[in-house]
Nanobody
Framework: QVQLVESGGGLVQAGGSLRLSCAAS????????LGWFRQVPGKGREFVAS????????YYADSVKGRATISRDNVESTVYLQMNSLEPEDTAVYYC?????????????????????WGQGTQVTVSS
């Protein structure tokens, strides 16, 4: 079992920045690939970024590429999502998720159906 707790969401003006954090706890939590997804009402969860358990491989959605950076601290068992140049379209609930480290293909790390554990989400609202 892995428990995930997100923090860092809030209200920000367009063009601003936010850093989301996700603290992972539980057995061998540092051995999981971690990802960030977001969801708006009426739509499914959308992939944002993911990072393999070693921290050496990252993936980004085209919509955030160049504006977002995912990183992890395996000592603190925390994953971060730094988002810059925020746009109103980034408004959503952001979720942290964990999947088995044995997933290694990009299609697996970007597919929400392959993630086993989810946090409760943190709201990000970008005003224009």
């Amino acid at each position: 079992q892995v428990q995930l707790v997100e923090s860092g969401g809030g209200l920000v003006q367009a063009g601003g920045s936010l850093r989301l954090s996700c603290a992972a706890s539980g057995r061998s939590s540092r051995n999981y690939n971690l990802g960030w997804f977001r969801q708006v009402p009426g739509k499914g969860r959308e992939f944002v970024a993911s990072i393999r358990w070693t921290g050496g491989v990252t993936y980004y959605a085209d919509s955030v590429k160049g504006r977002a950076t995912i990183s992890r601290d395996n000592v603190e068992s925390t994953v971060y999502l730094q988002m810059n140049s925020l746009e109103p379209e980034d408004t959503a609930v952001y979720y942290c998720a964990a999947q088995s480290r044995y997933y290694s293909f990009s299609e697996q790390l970007t597919d929400p159906n392959t993630y086993e554990y989810w946090g409760q989400g943190t709201q990000v609202t970008v005003s224009s």
